[in-house]
């Protein structure tokens, strides 16, 4: 174990704006596998926001780093996605980046739009 896993989960409300939010951490530490030496790491973070009688106010996003190294080699892969709605759609939106070393070697954002059909 490199780095030790660590999990968090918050909840706080601010009652000026009234905005309620709950905060997710899951780092699961770095490791490194004696037997072919292949260092991983994780972590993620989860946000989920909601204004209090505002439900289509909700925002979920989630952030996500993937590492993976041995000797010289290291990858790693960037996540940001966010999900949102209105009366009639759920609104994604996601970004990806893919780095080798240090030099970003992919990069994609999209968007999409998903009728509710009275959910």
Known sequence: MLRHSQRTHTVTHDHV???????QVNDEGRMCFLDHGLETDYFTRETFR????????????????FEFQRGDWQVRI?????????????????????????????SKSWTRAIPRHRV
């Open 50 to 65: 909601v204004r209090d009688g505002d439900p289509l106010s909700t925002r979920q996003s989630i952030q996500n780093r």
């Open 78 to 106: 960037e996540t940001d996605s966010l999900m949102t709605a209105d009366a009639t759609h759920f609104h994604l939106s996601n970004h990806l980046d893919a780095y080798e070393g240090e030099t970003r070697v992919f």
């Open 17 to 23: 704006d009234n905005w309620t939010t709950l905060e």
